[in-house]
Nanobody
Framework: VQLQASGGGLVQAGGSLRLSCVASRRTFSNNAVGWFRQAPGKEREFAAA????????TYADSVKGRFTISRDNAKNTVYLQMNSLKPEDTAVYYC???????????????WGQGTQVTVSS
């Protein structure tokens, strides 16, 4: 599975961005997908995950209530709507496809290339 993440950019604190992750094949619809992020000098960390059919979503405490993950299996696409952005949200955001139908903080099997999100204060 090849993944293409997009939608990153520069935004002021309090602003919004929507990230997209497009998968190369339809079997994507059987798997959970997650968004992770990595800030400079820090480990990659879990942000959000969504089950194969969108019925279950999981969020890191740091983004809960501000970020929303969703998916459109007909378009092989998962989205991450990010609202009320803070400078500490600045990171490269990666999407990943899990081997299973449900995912969380465990590492996905396949990764996309990442998209930069920068939040200015």
């Amino acid at each position: 599975v090849q993944l293409q993440a997009s939608g990153g950019g520069l935004v002021q604190a309090g602003g919004s961005l929507r990230l997209s992750c497009v998968a190369s094949r339809r079997t994507f619809s059987n798997n959970a997908v997650g968004w992770f992020r990595q800030a400079p000098g820090k480990e990659r960390e879990f942000a959000a995950a969504i089950s194969w059919n969108g019925g279950t979503t999981t969020y890191a405490d740091s983004v809960k209530g501000r970020f929303t993950i969703s998916r459109d299996n007909a378009k092989n696409t998962v989205y991450l709507q990010m609202n009320s952005l803070k400078p500490e949200d600045t990171a490269v955001y990666y999407c990943g496809v899990y081997l299973s139908s449900y995912g969380g903080t465990n590492s996905p099997r396949h990764w996309g290339q990442g998209t930069q999100v920068t939040v200015s204060s």
